[in-house]
């Protein structure tokens, strides 16, 4: 039977992989965003902000710093469980700070570049302009407060 330690094996045994190629692939996609940022042999009307590579890059960079980071962080409580420190639940109970930033900030911001990308894409091959990226925003947003009224109502607190 796979048990919860034998999770807990697995997981930090693939720990140091996924810090190692996610720090790699952090590492040569922010090198390849600054180089694609400071590049001079563009033309005159050229805009940064309109190329669709470069948004790409950025995301992926953004996408594997959070992953860096989010592995990085949760290898701590876990190698605390691990070994039954008696610090582990100090260590996991923090752990919900580090994944706003890491996990929800970071993953929305690498998204959104995404989608940038792909919008500019497609403006670039059809020539249609579309940017749904406030109201998405907007919209996710919304759906975000409903669910915490929605899980506010259950436990009663409102």
């Known amino acids: 039977m796979f048990t919860q330690k034998h999770a807990e094996t697995l997981s930090l045994f693939l720990t140091a992989p996924a810090l190692i190629t996610s720090g790699l692939v952090a590492y040569h996609f922010f090198t390849a965003a600054i180089a694609e940022a400071t590049r001079r042999d563009r033309p005159d009307d050229y805009r940064l902000r309109d190329d669709y590579r470069f948004w790409m890059i950025v995301g992926v960079t953004v996408s594997f710093v959070s992953k860096f980071a989010d592995n990085g962080y949760w ?3 876990w190698s605390l469980s691990y070994v ?3 610090d582990f639940l100090r260590w996991f109970n923090l752990g ?3 994944n706003v930033v890491d996990r ?3 993953g929305v911001t690498a998204a ?3 989608l940038k990308s792909i919008y500019l894409m497609r403006a670039k091959k059809t020539g249609i302009k579309t940017n749904p990226m406030r ?3 907007v919209w996710s947003t919304c759906v975000g407060l409903v669910y ?9 607190a409102w």
């Open 135 to 137: 109201w998405l925003l």
């Open 104 to 106: 929800q900030l970071f």
């Open 112 to 114: 959104m570049c995404h």
């Open 148 to 156: 915490v009224y929605f899980l506010n109502s259950i436990r009663g």
């Open 96 to 98: 919900v700070y580090f």
């Open 75 to 77: 290898a701590v409580p």
């Open 84 to 86: 039954e420190h008696p």
